[in-house]
């Protein structure tokens, strides 16, 4: 690796050399002291028959990014690691034995703790999973978490049908927000809690646009909870937040949790586990994509899901990730409003493409 620079460097070639420019760490810490920005030289025609060359487009800071680098999330590369584990490329050149992609296709990581924080990737092809070209630039670089889980989580547990209620907290959260939109589509109502904040009235009519059928501040739903009856509900809150939207749950009813913001243990009554046998579930997208690389029918679900959500966006109903556009080396400022904003994203852009 080349010492660091002020300056972001895209890809190039010197002297047939090319020197790609990454966000990586060395050792777990606060992101602000251990991110570095470095250009790596990497040797033309050095690919083997079975790589293939990435030119990363985009890629966010996503929450589980922070915990990887801080070394508490459960995915945790070898070190020396680069950043980031979710991103858009396309690809620039493949080896002679690569069959399942060609130059030109759209790309994301076929999995978690790939390190997509970096203009330039080359690796075996099984590591990249093919997306629908349609799909714009903001779009593909936040495909592969966000809008997955929310589908996930509405598609796997429980049946549901139209006109059915799906109940959720976090419902401002980036997942929050595809919940709405993809339940809008299927013909699910949504119940939705949010905190209490100063522009609370602001915050319901942009959800309300986006196809929230009702959203309460936690003291409003607590008021209210007895009057819903849910089938599903998503958790990605904890602590007494779940146990309230826990209680909204009916007859064979499950709540599912994917997160925990306020980093208290999930609750749940006692009745309703022995009276409506409920189910509380856990869920994590990284997971099921492992297990999606092992198992046809999932990887059946994976390309059908993808397939899915690309035609909605295509078809404008899904609104566009709500996003800052950062250069690489704006990353500390980048990091810093990472971690302190929620709602969001920063999303690291490696070329012009401002679609």
């Not at 690796?1 to 990454?22: D, E, P, W, Y």
């Not at 909605?312 to 990353?331: D, G, H, S, T």
């Not at 709602?343 to 490696?350: A, C, H, M």
Request: one cysteine or more.
């Amino acid at each position: 690796m080349l010492s660091r620079t002020s300056v972001f460097l895209k890809t190039i070639n010197i002297h047939g050399c090319r020197f790609a420019s990454q966000l990586f760490y060395d050792r777990y810490g606060d992101p602000l002291e251990v991110i570095q920005l470095q250009n790596e030289s990497i040797e033309t025609n050095s690919l083997k028959a079975d790589e293939v060359r990435i030119g990363f487009r985009a890629s966010p800071i996503n929450p589980a990014d922070i915990n990887q680098i801080q070394g508490v999330y459960p995915v945790k590369p070898k070190l020396p690691a680069i950043g980031g584990n979710e991103g858009f490329g396309i690809v620039e050149e493949i080896g002679s034995n690569v069959s399942s992609l060609n130059v030109g296709d759209h790309v994301i990581p076929a999995a978690s703790g790939f390190g997509t924080w970096r203009s330039e990737a080359i690796s075996n092809e099984n590591n990249f999973y093919k997306i629908d070209k349609r799909i714009p630039m903001k779009y593909a670089a936040t495909l592969q978490v966000n809008p997955c889980t929310a589908y996930r989580m509405l598609k796997d547990f429980v049946e549901l049908k139209e006109g059915d209620t799906v109940v959720q907290n976090g419902a401002n959260s980036a997942v929050g927000r595809c919940v709405i939109q993809i339940a809008k589509i299927l013909g699910y109502e949504t119940i939705n809690v949010v905190r209490k904040r100063e522009n609370i009235d602001e915050l319901k009519s942009e959800l309300e646009s986006i196809g929230a059928t009702k959203v309460y501040t936690e003291e409003e739903f607590l008021k209210n909870s007895r009057s819903i009856k849910s089938r599903l509900a998503l958790n990605c809150v904890g602590g007494r937040n779940s146990l309230g939207i826990a209680s909204t749950l009916q007859q064979n009813g499950i709540m599912v949790t994917y997160g925990g913001m306020s980093k208290q243990p999930v609750q749940g009554a006692t009745g309703p586990f022995i009276f409506k046998d409920i189910i509380f579930r856990g869920f994590w997208m990284s997971s099921w994509y492992e297990k999606s690389a092992k198992n046809q029918e999932l990887k059946g679900k994976r390309d059908e899901m993808y397939s899915e959500i690309a035609d909605w966006i295509v078809l404008k109903k899904l609104v566009k990730p709500k996003v800052v556009l950062r250069q690489p080396e704006e990353y500390k400022e980048a990091l810093k409003d990472a971690m302190e904003t929620a709602g969001i994203k920063q999303l690291f852009v490696f070329d012009d493409n401002k679609n």
